[in-house]
C-alpha cells in the first residue's frame, strides 16, 4: 500500500435523527464544534494523511456539505470590501487548493456497507481511507488516520480503528477478536457485529477510521444484506481477513462520538480547554 492515502471516503448521508430538529435543516455534519463544523476536522484529519480527493457518500436531500466547500463569492467579496482579511483567509482555506471533492449519491440508506460501495467508481484499484465523521479523535502528534496509513503501508495490509469500550456497549459496535502484534496493533481473528455483551470476544469495538484495500468492494457487492437490509462493512471485513492480513489499530488520542448530544458537548468541553482565551471562561462556569 502506498505511505499516502489518496482518497478518503465520508459516508455523510444519515439524517442525524438525534439532533432533530436542527437537522431538518442542517447537516449533522455541519454541526459546530466552537467555531468549525464536524466535517471539517474530519476533512483535515484526510488531508494530514496524504489525500488529494475526498469522496462524500450522501443522499439528495443534504446540499449543505457541498455549499461549504464551494466558494462563497458574495461572502468573500463583502469581506474584502470591508479589510477583513483575517475571516476572509479562513473562508478561502477551508480546503487546499490541490485538493477535490467528489460527490456520491446514496440512494437508499442500506447501511455503512453499501456507503462504501457507493465509492467505488470513484476510488478505483487503490487502497483508500473511510472517516465516520461523528467520531471526531483528537490526537497530540499525527492524526488517527495519518497513523493508520502509516502502518497500513509498512505492512501492505487493512487497518481499522478500535478502542476499548464498557461491556454493556457492546451490541452497539463492530466487536473483534484479535491477536496482539505490537503495543498498539493486532492482527484481526473475526469480527462479530454489534454482538451481545455475553457473546461478545472482546470491548475492542471498531470505531470511524478505516483503511481497506479495494478488494472491499468486491466483497462488498458479495455479502448478504442483514437487519433492516443492511449491507454491513464489518461483514465484508471479516471476509477479507480470511485472504489477507487486516490488523485492528489501537489509535494515539481521544475519540469524541459526537453522533450524540453527550458526545457533542464533551467534544466542545475538551476543544474550548484547548483554547487559551475560552478555557477560563469554562473553568468559571463548571466552578462558579
Known amino acids: 500500500m502506498s505511505r499516502h492515502l489518496h482518497k478518503v471516503v465520508f ?9 432533530l430538529p436542527a437537522t431538518k435543516v442542517v447537516a449533522k455534519e455541519m454541526l459546530p464544534v466552537l467555531d468549525r463544523p464536524l466535517i471539517q476536522y474530519a476533512v483535515d484529519e484526510a488531508v494530514e494523511a496524504g489525500a488529494d480527493t475526498l469522496v462524500f457518500v450522501t443522499n439528495r436531500y443534504k446540499h449543505a456539505i457541498a455549499d461549504y466547500f464551494d466558494n462563497a463569492y458574495e461572502l468573500e467579496q463583502k469581506l474584502a470590501e470591508a479589510g477583513k482579511t483575517e475571516l476572509l483567509e479562513i ?19 442500506r447501511g455503512l456497507g453499501h456507503a462504501v460501495l457507493c465509492a467505488a467508481p470513484v476510488i478505483g484499484d487503490e487502497p483508500f481511507g473511510v472517516i465516520l465523521p461523528d467520531d471526531l479523535i483528537r490526537t497530540p502528534h499525527a492524526g488517527a488516520l495519518k497513523q493508520m496509513a502509516e502502518l497500513a503501508a509498512v505492512r501492505g495490509c487493512g487497518v481499522v480503528a478500535v478502542e ?3 461491556r454493556a456497549d457492546t451490541w452497539r459496535y463492530g466487536i473483534v477478536d484479535a491477536e496482539p502484534i505490537s503495543e498498539r496493533a493486532a492482527r484481526l481473528r473475526y469480527v462479530i457485529e454489534k454482538p451481545r455483551p455475553e457473546d461478545a470476544p472482546s470491548n475492542l469495538a471498531i470505531v470511524g477510521r478505516y483503511v481497506l484495500p479495494a478488494r472491499i468492494f468486491e466483497l462488498l457487492r458479495a455479502t448478504a444484506p442483514g437487519s433492516g437490509g443492511e449491507i454491513q462493512l464489518t461483514d465484508a471485513i471479516e471476509a477479507l481477513l480470511h485472504e489477507r492480513e487486516v490488523l485492528a489499530y489501537r489509535f494515539e488520542g481521544t475519540r469524541f462520538d459526537c453522533g450524540n448530544k453527550a458526545g457533542l458537548v464533551r467534544a466542545t468541553l475538551a476543544l474550548a480547554l484547548e483554547d487559551p482565551e475560552l478555557a477560563p471562561l469554562v473553568r468559571a462556569a463548571a466552578c462558579p
Not at 11 to 19: E, I, S
Request: proline residues 13%; glycine residues 6%; charged residues 15%.
Open 11 to 19: 459516508p455523510v448521508a444519515g439524517l442525524g435523527t438525534r439532533f
Open 91 to 109: 473562508v478561502r482555506n477551508v480546503l487546499p487548493a490541490h485538493v477535490r471533492c467528489v460527490f456520491v449519491t446514496q440512494p437508499d440508506a
Open 164 to 166: 476499548e469500550v464498557p
